[in-house]
């Protein structure tokens, strides 16, 4: 398919797409997805939003009881706009870090990178200076708006180059502060990006550890909206949409930005979004539109009874696989019926999925209108009805991974192969078996084995390690640590303690190994290729 003229200054993003031959096929069979040439997506989701809908109505609240309607959301999102253009010197296609919080600041501020024409690369708040030190590199990143309470971890990453501006604090340089010195509100027209002009870059977990850069345009960011969210999820202006996952993650980019906003309906951003948290913010805000993962459905089920949750009329799942006991215990105690689904980062949401009466629970459904899916063979050949084979989806959005020659592993003939090993029903329904690779998914967590053996391996009493899931009932697996320690250093408690230790300081908490195990020697065949299945064997 042939690009269209970039409105981007910067061309880096464009210039590092994969290969035309290495794309995969890019299905527009639904009218709404027939896009216009020039798209800007921060403007068709707030100013056209307004548009249609009215300034008036609210698009983000907060715990505290605080409101932002569409027109303020406008005011401050183009003065951010004018802020990082006129005084910040971004220009379109640069790539802008995001790192704090779910807040509707956050929010504000990538809608602002969007209508600039900058490319958002938004992080999770939880992230370390060596995670995030490698994101910059991959993405050749020089500008980075991060939450005031949030700036430690990226100053210890000391990124050559990296212009950080903090939004929130008290100092002279804050993104707000400068905002407000602009005095009056002037409109900020949004750039007039191309519709395939890259509007994102989400990074994932490799089973490597070297985490992929999943390039999204302009309308992928709609294309989410107008296959899942119109088709399935069905969202109403009055809707009140909450959830659990980060902004930094698409399965919380989507669910608490683009579809509440493609709606005209408004979300309830959390700092603090575990089950815990979740259920009282339910029943305070009337929240009808939830997004979180199977282990916080299977943890609030025990809690319900303390809590009025009678607003809701939509419960999403996805992040990973959704039991068919968690879905009937969550149908018996609500009288809901959970929309089960898979996404990907590579193709930014939900692709497959069912709602309503189309529920089946144990299955994750058919493919969305405007996607197609099918399970082929090793060689990319369709396997008959009811055999287990690699889940093969193509759509309006595909895998583009930014100079990554893990590309080509992704997308065969055509098709992007997700790494998850299904089993597609007569019926034409779908049915999760198990990941094919050693990706561990934990509470809706993708963490990357390899990535955590390498922390691991930065501690000066580990020899050896190699990290694997071990399956869990409350949350899908668990990481386990496998360890050869050097020689004359205690294995015990204290020195796994001391590990973790070092884990959470080099990389997100929720990657911490729960188990430290400790062995003399790593199972290896005799070329010395660690046998990981012998240590799954052990579990």
Request: aromatic fraction near 8%; charged fraction near 25%; glycine fraction near 10%.
């Amino acid at each position: 398919m042939e690009l269209k003229t970039s409105a981007h200054a910067d061309t880096f993003s464009r210039d590092h797409l994969p290969p035309a031959d290495q794309w995969p096929e890019l299905v527009f069979d639904l009218p709404e997805l027939r896009y216009p040439e020039r798209l800007n997506c921060g403007a068709e989701l707030l100013d056209r939003t307004i548009e249609r809908f009215g300034a008036d109505r609210p698009v983000f609240r907060t715990a505290e009881g605080g409101l932002w309607t569409y027109g303020e959301l406008r005011g401050r999102v183009d003065r951010i706009a004018h802020t990082l253009t006129a005084a910040l010197g971004v220009v379109p296609g640069n790539r802008v870090l995001l790192r704090g919080p779910t807040t509707p600041w956050l929010a504000a501020c990538w809608l602002a990178v969007m209508k600039t024409g900058a490319v958002a690369v938004t992080v999770l708040a939880q992230q370390r200076a060596h995670e995030l030190a490698t994101i910059c590199e991959i993405a050749r990143i020089e500008h980075a708006l991060c939450d005031a309470r949030s700036l430690a971890e990226l100053e210890r990453a000391a990124v050559p180059g990296l212009h950080v501006t903090p939004y929130g604090g008290d100092s002279a340089d804050d993104l707000l502060r400068l905002a407000d010195a602009r005095g009056a509100d002037v409109p900020y027209t949004a750039v007039t990006t191309a519709a395939d002009d890259v509007a994102l870059i989400a990074f994932t977990s490799g089973t490597t550890g070297r985490p992929k850069g999943c390039m999204h345009f302009h309308r992928d960011v709609l294309a989410i909206a107008d296959t899942f969210a119109r088709h399935v999820l069905r969202p109403e202006p009055d809707d009140v949409f909450a959830g659990s996952p980060p902004l930094g993650f698409t399965f919380g980019l989507g669910g608490l930005v683009v579809f509440p906003m493609r709606a005209g309906a408004s979300s309830l951003l959390l700092e603090q979004a575990g089950p815990k948290q979740l259920l009282p913010a339910l029943a305070r805000h009337r929240v009808s539109v939830l997004f979180t993962a199977p282990t916080a459905y299977r943890a609030m089920l025990d809690e319900l009874d303390g809590y009025d949750v009678g607003a809701l009329r939509r419960c999403v799942s996805a992040g990973e696989n959704l039991p068919a006991a968690t879905w009937r215990a969550w149908r018996e105690r609500t009288g809901l019926r959970i929309i089960n689904g898979i996404g990907a980062t590579e193709l930014l949401h939900i692709f497959i999925s069912a709602a309503d009466d189309d529920i089946r629970p144990g299955a994750t459904g058919k493919p969305v209108p405007g996607w197609h899916a099918r399970v082929v063979d090793a060689k990319g050949q369709p396997v008959v009805d009811g055999e287990p084979g690699l889940l093969a989806v193509r759509g309006p959005v595909g895998c583009r991974y930014l100079a990554d020659d893990r590309q080509s592993e992704y997308v065969k003939g055509g098709w992007n192969l997700t790494g998850d090993t299904y089993v597609r029903e007569p019926d034409g329904y779908f049915r999760y078996v198990a990941r094919a690779d050693d990706m561990i998914i934990s509470a809706g967590y993708n963490i990357a084995g390899p990535e955590v053996e390498d922390a691991l391996l930065r501690h000066p009493d580990v020899v050896e390690t190699a990290v694997i899931g071990r399956p869990d009932e409350a949350r899908g697996q668990v990481v386990v640590a496998y360890c050869v320690l050097r020689e004359g250093v205690v294995a015990g408690e204290a020195t796994a303690g001391l590990l973790r230790d070092h884990v959470k300081a080099e990389l997100a908490p929720y990657k911490c190994p729960r188990e430290v195990v400790f062995l003399d020697a790593l199972p290896r065949t005799p070329t010395g290729k660690l046998q990981r299945f012998r240590l799954r064997a052990l579990e």
